[in-house]
């Protein structure tokens, strides 16, 4: 399990919102590379997430972005844990 601290007014830089404009959702980025990476190597998914963890202005760890990636290898869940601060 991930963990990710986003400020109130950033959520929409994690989770897609049609009603926002802001054009690097993480959680879109991560849901196109789980339909398309599955099988794919580990260490061929990573920097994808990297970019769009990047992108999307989230300060993901090296260890979060390679446990993500395995999640998205295997087809497996994957839980993050989402801190909103003020």
Do not use: K, W
Request: charged share 20%; no cysteine; net charge negative.
């Amino acid at each position: 399990m991930g963990e990710v601290t986003v400020r109130a007014q950033d959520m929409n830089h994690l989770l897609a919102d049609s009603t926002d404009p802001y054009g690097a959702p993480y959680q879109r980025a991560y849901a196109e590379l789980a339909r398309t990476h599955r099988s794919r190597p580990v260490a061929e998914i990573v920097p994808l997430l990297r970019a769009a963890a990047d992108r999307a202005l989230l300060g993901f760890t090296a260890a979060d972005l390679a446990e993500q990636a395995q999640a998205i290898s295997t087809g497996s869940p994957y839980e993050l844990r989402v801190r909103v601060a003020h």
